[in-house]
Structure formats: C-alpha cells, structure tokens
C-alpha cells in the first residue's frame, strides 16, 4: 500500500539477446542450452540487483517463499522460480543464510490455497518469525510473450509496516520452465487494459509529491481509507476509486488529496513509462 511520505521502489532490469549460427543437426540442443543460460544470467542479475538492498538492510537470515501468480495463486513456476532465487543466492551471497519453502514446516492449509493477500502475507510472517528470520524475500510473476516478469521484495520483520525494497526483471523461459507442468503460466492481469503496480515485472510508481490529507472539519472520529487508482504515463491520479471508507467525509478529503498528487511513473517491460493501477492507503487520525 502506498502512504504518503513512502518511496516506492522498483528497478527495472532489462537483458539483451544474443544470435549464434549453429549448425543444424545441433539447433535445438544449443537452443536449449542458449535459453538456460539466459535464463540462469537473468536470475543471477535478478538476485545480483538485491545484494546492496540486503547489504543495507543488514540481512543475517532471508527466508524465500514461493512466487505468486498476478492473481497471488500458487503455482509450479512460483515454486520453481523462488528455488532458482534461493540456490543463486547460497551462490552468490554466501554471508546470509537463506531458507527456501523446502525447509519450512507445513503450514495452515487455508493460508497455502488462499488468494487473500492478508491470509497468506499473515502465514508467511508466522513462518518467517518460528524460523529466526530476519528478513522475508517474496515475489510475483506472469508471461509476458516468452518470457516470465518477476517482482521480487524483501522486508524486515523488525519493521514490516515501512516501505520495503522492490527489485524486478524478465526470465527468459527454457525448456525446464515449460516442462514443469502442463498448467498454463499465468499471463499478467489487466483491468480496463492496465496493470497492476508493483507485480510480475512492472516497478511501482514513486512518489514524489504526495502531501498528507487535512481531516475534515464536519468528520466525527477518524480512519483508514482505502482507494484505487491509476498513475498515468505522466505521474498523474486518474480513474480515482473509493474501496473502504469509515465515512463519507474522510472519503471526500482523501479523494480531493490524492487528485493532487504526483508520481514518478511505473516502468514496463519495455523500459519506458506505463499507467498502472495502485492501490492507496490514507490514515486519519
């Protein structure tokens, strides 16, 4: 969620693809082995990108689980996908103890199937606590054409309620990856044509004039609001929606401060500007 005052981050890293000339009796077999060690290049830069932001957040012990689909389902590519993060970092970033879901103990099944973001952020905390672990590393993905976009965040359970760090990228998809299961790989979701900030690849939009809310004079006790809305191209709030309101007062005050707010806009795949759908938070007190 987004508060005022927050920096919303997100970094978007974009591959370059190579052409070799092989001859044809051998095409597929160096194919294969040209997508794999693309794929293996774009997890490590992936988790590469993350090192500094561990670095900073004094990291001792991350806990890696499962990727979630754009709609936060499970999936064998999520489970895939965190695995490859969790070997590559052991690899790469020796001094942190990293735990992946192959070492967690059996949790509340309901939180395992959920879609709610709540339940499952809750189960995952409960785990991350019983564990010792000082850090929680997640992420989300979808197809996007031949490749996976990946939104990967890590948070501090001293301090879960301040913005976190964000990371994103594109994983090529090999043979290995479409060999997991005969499930579909979720493409990315899209409401009235615009994705959602901050999941499977796209960055989130940052903040950079977003004043707090005054409480409105004719408002009895206070609240949280909860909107949606769209950042455009330009850091500008459109399409502005109320979800949960204590009041119709507070609602008003929050729409009239977020119409006024600016962004530095979301990054897409294609390393360029694009409108996204983000939800926002404004506490009233």
Not at 186 to 202: N, S, V
Not at 255 to 271: C, E, L, M, N, Q
């Amino acid at each position: 969620m987004f508060q005022p005052g927050e920096s919303l981050r997100y970094v978007l890293i974009a591959f370059m693809s190579t052409v070799l000339f092989v001859p044809i009796g051998l095409r597929m077999d160096a194919k294969t082995q040209i997508a794999q060690l693309t794929t293996d290049s774009a997890i490590t830069e992936l988790v590469e990108s993350m090192a500094q932001p561990l670095k900073n957040a004094k990291a001792k012990k991350v806990i890696i689980f499962d990727f979630r689909g754009p709609n936060e389902q499970l999936h064998p590519v999520g489970k895939w996908l965190a695995d490859q993060v969790s070997m590559t970092m052991r690899r790469e970033l020796p001094k942190i103890e990293t735990i992946d879901s192959s070492q967690l103990t059996p949790g509340n099944k309901i939180a395992d199937t959920s879609t709610d973001v709540d339940v499952v952020f809750a189960a995952e905390i409960i785990r991350a606590r019983s564990l010792g672990a000082d850090i929680i590393m997640s992420g989300t993905f979808a197809r996007v054409s031949d490749q996976i976009g990946v939104s990967l965040s890590i948070a501090k359970m001293a301090d879960l309620g301040k913005t976190q760090e964000y990371r994103t990228g594109l994983i090529p998809i090999s043979t290995e990856i479409t060999e997991l299961t005969l499930e579909p790989i979720p493409g990315l979701d899209l409401k009235d044509g615009i994705p959602h900030a901050g999941t499977a690849g796209i960055s989130m939009p940052i903040c950079t004039h977003c004043p707090s809310a005054e409480f409105p004079r004719n408002a009895v006790g206070g609240g949280v609001v909860h909107l949606e809305l769209v950042v455009t191209t330009e850091g500008r709030t459109e399409k502005i929606t109320i979800i949960d309101t204590p009041s119709p007062e507070l609602a008003a005050s929050a729409v009239r401060t977020v119409r006024g707010w600016r962004f530095k806009p979301a990054i897409g795949f294609d390393g360029k500007p694009i409108a996204v759908y983000a939800p926002i938070q404004l506490t009233f007190h």
